[in-house]
């Protein structure tokens, strides 16, 4: 191949050897040893290390923006990605990349209403260490209704050594949100080198809600990873359908341990990888309280005994540890269909329950129902829908398409072409269907959250249908509706599969709020790319 950096439709297509893969549809969970190349004394195995659970740091203003009035005052943070290694195997140093030099990037706290400018540089080097693509960057808050110029639009990147500033109001509700890469066709490496981290929104109020805080509120950030036989991150995806790892990872760690006291803990759970689906289960078996879903707390708290997890998807559990005073509780994958399961893919880390006198303050009841209101989006009904719309996520020749379309064809358009044009205010019925099987799709849509009203008819899981979401689960051969209310802005924002490889390869589009949103191209970003400064 002459020219390194490889085309946008071949780049994934091709695997870290130069074999080219096939895309062949996954119809059951399938069983095999191992991904990696790495000899299997080498593979990193469950809990054989004593790896230590790692909180990510949480990331601190450098100043504020001055303003005439309290409001709107913004606090102003700095972020840099750049190429970093990890000691993910030992004896080998795993070249990554991440937001701050780490895996996972710090995490934002912010107060609901506190707005911020955040300015994300990209400092990566001019080429993938194996595509040798020219790493572009986007940067999506998912989960926020951010104006189109700052929602991370895929067509919108910064090159090496260029910065973009990014405002966020932060007017949602409190939530985990996460912030990850969304470079056109090229978001599935990126985020796979380790560009993802996460972000929440706090409220005042939920100090008065009786909830695990500080120390017992923990993020775990969930992903997937293969190696080469030299310990570099091994990235086939397989022909498109999305590469799977045989070795999890959380918060950055292999299998971690994590000691914890005999009481209450809220996990913010997040599943930040590229292709793998998770059904989470603890063993001994627990309930899993859930609190929380993509669009934050919600007023019934559902205890279910598994839960499932697409890519994208967040859920807020609480979990009890005071049942199990001196003994090992993991945190286990029961397995999606359509995902590949290696020989220690089933374990996801374990929780040492110390020996010590349980915490009265951390073993109250969680409170039925929170004392927080219900979503509006949650009194909608089919009847309230001024339209109904259907869209097919399917594979077709080469490519994923959305109602046969794809974001090439977006971009031939001049970036004007879009699958539905809601007027702000309007509510919609849409209907998502998967018909083909092989494939799940997680289905995002950008801008706002949605009810989850039916799957082939039925209602959908208790706790998906608890609190409104931003990603759903389209499983093979099954369709959803779904209904939202579009605001609270107008522009263009894009909808797509979160399995990164599907979405890269180009299963995205976009619809358009009101008419006179702001372009997502008007906040361009500033500098000189590093390809164009003299030597």
Partial sequence: MDDPILSRRDALKIGVLGTAALALPLTVSLDAARASELPESRVPRPFT????????????????????????????????????????????????????????????????????RVRFLNDLPLRHPVFGYEPTTSVHLHGAPSAPQYDGYASDTSRPGQHKNYLYDNSQAARTLWYHDHAVHHTAENVAMGLAGQYQVLDAAEDLIGLPQGEFDLPLTVTDVAFTARGQLLHDDRGDSGPMGDVLLVNG??????????????????????????????????????????????????????LRMAMGERYDVVVDFAPFRGRRVELRNLGVENSIDYDHTHRVMAFDVLDVDPDPAGNGPVPRPLPVQPHPLMALQAGHADRTRRLRFQRGGSEWTINDETWADVERSEFRRVVADPDLGDVELWELENSSGGWFHPVHLHLVDFRVLTRNGRPPTPYEAAGPKDVVYLAENETIRIITRFGPRTGRYMLHCHNNSHEDHDMMA?????????SPFSAPPQGVPKALRPA
């Fill in 49 to 116: 290390r004593h790896d230590v659970f790692v909180r990510p740091p949480v990331l601190a203003p450098v100043g504020t923006d001055p303003a005439d009035r309290p409001e709107d005052v913004r606090d102003v943070y700095h972020v840099r990605m750049r190429q970093f290694t990890a000691q993910l195997v030992p004896g080998y140093a795993t070249t990554m990349w991440g937001y701050e030099g780490a895996f996972p990037g710090p995490t934002f706290r912010i107060q609901r209403n506190r707005k911020v």
């Fill in 253 to 306: 760690v292999p299998y971690p341990a994590f000691p914890v006291q005999p009481r209450k803990y809220r996990l913010r759970l997040l599943n930040a990888s590229i292709a793998r689906g998770y059904r989470f289960q603890l063993q001994p078996t627990a309930p899993l309280t859930v609190v929380g879903t993509d669009a934050g707390l919600v007023h019934d708290p559902v205890d279910t005994a598994d």
């Fill in 510 to 518: 976009q619809f358009e709020v009101g008419e006179d949103g702001p």
